[in-house]
C-alpha cells in the first residue's frame, strides 16, 4: 500500500466513524459542507479548464442536494419552512445544471454562496455542531 492509499483508506474510515457517531442535525451539516467543498472543488476545475473533474464534483452536489431534499420533515420544521427549504434546494440544482452546461463560474459562485448561508443558518440551530 503506498502513502495515497493509505490516507485515502485512513480518510474513508474516519468519515465513516463520524458518520456512524453523528446525530442527524450533524449529517446535515456535514453533507452541506461536503457540498460546499465540492463546489470549491468545481470551481477549481472549472479555472483549469478540467471539465471531467467539474462535471463529477457537480454531479456530487446534486447527489447531495437531492438527498437534504428527500429529508426535509414538515413535521419537524412546519409546512412553510419545508416548502422553502425544498425551493431552494430545487433553484440551487437548476443553477448548478445551468452552470454546467455553460461553464459558469458566476452561477457557481451563486450557489455556493447560498449554500454558505444555508449552512451558517442551520449551524446556528445548533451550535454544538462545533466537533463536525
Given at each position: 500500500m503506498?502513502?495515497?492509499t493509505?490516507?485515502q483508506?485512513?480518510?474513508?474510515?474516519?468519515?465513516?466513524?463520524?458518520?456512524?457517531?453523528?446525530?442527524?442535525?450533524?449529517?446535515?451539516?456535514?453533507?452541506m459542507?461536503?457540498?460546499?467543498?465540492?463546489?470549491?472543488q468545481?470551481?477549481q476545475a472549472?479555472?483549469?479548464?478540467?471539465?471531467?473533474a467539474?462535471g463529477?464534483?457537480?454531479?456530487k452536489?446534486?447527489?447531495?442536494?437531492?438527498y437534504?431534499?428527500?429529508c426535509?420533515?414538515?413535521?419537524q420544521g412546519?409546512q412553510?419552512l419545508?416548502?422553502?427549504?425544498?425551493?431552494?434546494?430545487?433553484?440551487?440544482?437548476s443553477?448548478?445544471?445551468h452552470?454546467?452546461?455553460?461553464?459558469?463560474?458566476?452561477?457557481?459562485?451563486?450557489?455556493?454562496?447560498l449554500?454558505?448561508?444555508?449552512?451558517?443558518?442551520?449551524h446556528?440551530?445548533?451550535?454544538?455542531?462545533?466537533n463536525?
Open positions: 503506498n502513502a495515497v493509505a490516507v483508506a485512513y480518510s474513508f474510515i474516519d468519515n465513516v466513524a463520524l458518520v456512524e457517531q453523528a446525530t442527524p442535525h450533524q449529517l446535515v451539516t456535514l453533507l459542507r461536503s457540498a460546499n467543498q465540492r463546489l470549491a468545481a470551481l472549472l479555472d483549469q479548464n478540467d471539465i471531467p467539474k463529477e464534483q457537480l454531479s452536489v446534486l447527489d447531495i442536494l437531492n437534504l431534499s428527500v426535509v420533515e414538515p413535521q412546519g412553510d419545508s416548502d422553502n427549504l425544498l425551493n431552494l434546494y430545487s433553484y440551487m440544482e443553477r448548478i445544471l452552470a454546467n452546461l455553460h461553464h459558469d463560474a458566476a452561477i457557481l459562485i451563486e450557489v455556493k454562496s449554500l454558505t448561508e444555508l449552512e451558517a443558518g442551520w446556528a440551530i445548533n451550535g454544538s455542531d462545533h463536525v
